[in-house]
């Protein structure tokens, strides 16, 4: 049986929408319904149901009769309820290929819901993909292909607690879970609140994961460029930056095994220029660099040479770090690497997955707090080419670089209700019309809209449970105050045993 037939109304069935009266009671706003279409089906979902009885259409005879017993005592009106399903066409699909509609379907015909099989090639799912979670409505399961998710790089945006970092979790989850025949890639994940470290302790994923403490980084300072360095000091003036460069040559001619700041300064001390003053200065900027301790003569860690592995995970966990510039710097360093390695095809093809991104890759920040910016914004330009995609996930998407934003050819989407970042979000993704748009606010924690390259037409998911374990860092707030006063009472009765 199908589920109703197309009516005619004052401007339907267009190429654009049509409405059907419903024959099956269960229809559903957000349903996806397909009509026979020449050779193939028109696709559609529908997008507002309406229910009408001629019975109830006039004000005073419904009030007339409700003074006496009223209608429904008088009249058989329930059996006078139909339901009116509006449909939004979306294209016409034959099994392989999508078109536009160039005829409405006519009236009279049968409308029926869609076929998950072909719903799910109709929608651009794939069999072997990243599985998100599932469509509401239909047992379909978002299976989304890794390239056309990945490949133009994908921005997770929300609301703080809509779900992102339950998301990249899954995310996470699918790219560590695939075989390698499927195509693995490798992952880099800024933890900026140690929020993924369960993946460490996780009996599936816990030996594809590697850890590394934001505090622990290191880097010889012999693998740095001047222009690495210049980046990070960006108020460096072009006389102090030739004589970094200079100190830097200096001692990379030296042919030493290696070499670090103090180096650097004793070189800029005997370099053979007289600049005093350009050489206090520079070596003042070079102090902030030295507060960080992780510029080295030899030690590196991680090794991203031979800690980026197909199929596994390095965690870089921030959140024992407290200077944003020193994130900033850490973040711009990693980045920096991973292109100029995956570049020359030294480590696999790689996933950057960078929470907070909005204070990673700043739209309008000062020079002195946009660190890490270009090289975001030069992979999202460029990373395609050479494997490296960036995933940027954030709660203040008005904050985000367009340039960074505008390069993700893919945008997820959960919960956002400041209506700041809904405009936003409306401008930089292609593909959300305003119904998606008003659609957003309404969504609940763990429901996605996923626009852009990964699927055909914008989608709704509803995101699925994690299979790996859950751990953060910090325990919850009341058993913190619950720890601090049990610590404070033992505190209390250790000194009154003391007197
Ligand atoms: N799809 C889902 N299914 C079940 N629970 C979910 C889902 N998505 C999120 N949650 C739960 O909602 C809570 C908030 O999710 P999450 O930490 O991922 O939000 P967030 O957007 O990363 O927030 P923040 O901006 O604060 O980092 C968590 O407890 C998480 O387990
Ligand atoms: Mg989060």
Known sequence: MSLGIVITTEDSPSTSEFSFVVREKGIKKGQYVQVPHGS??????VSEVFKSNRYFERAESVADFERSSGIAAQFPSDSWEYIIGVVKILGVFNGTKIERAFLPPSPGALVDIADNTLLKSFLGFQDNGIHIGSIEHHDVAVHLSLTRLLQKHLAILAMSGAGKSHLSS???EEILGRKPEDGRIAVVLIDIHGEYLGFKHDPVFGN???????????MPLKKLSPETISEWLPH????????LRHGLTTLKDQNKEGYNLKDLVAAIDSADISKDEVKRALKRSLSELKRYHFLTRTSENPRLLSDVKPGEILILDFSSL??????????SLVARRLFNLRKRDKIPPFLLLIEEAHNFAREKAEESEAISRSIIETIAREGRKFGASLCLISQRPVNLSTTALSQCNTHIILRVTNPNDLDHIQMSSEGIDSRVAKSISGLKVGEAIIVGEAVNYPTFVRVRDRKSTKREKGAPLHQQAIDFEAKQKKKEKGAEAFL
């Open 40 to 45: 193939g089906h028109l696709f559609g979902f």
């Open 170 to 172: 899954v995310l996470l």
């Open 208 to 218: 594809k994961t590697t850890v590394i403490d934001g505090a622990s980084i290191k």
């Open 236 to 243: 460096l003036s072009a006389p102090q930056r030739d004589v």
């Open 322 to 331: 407290d200077s944003l510039r020193k994130k900033q710097i850490l973040v």
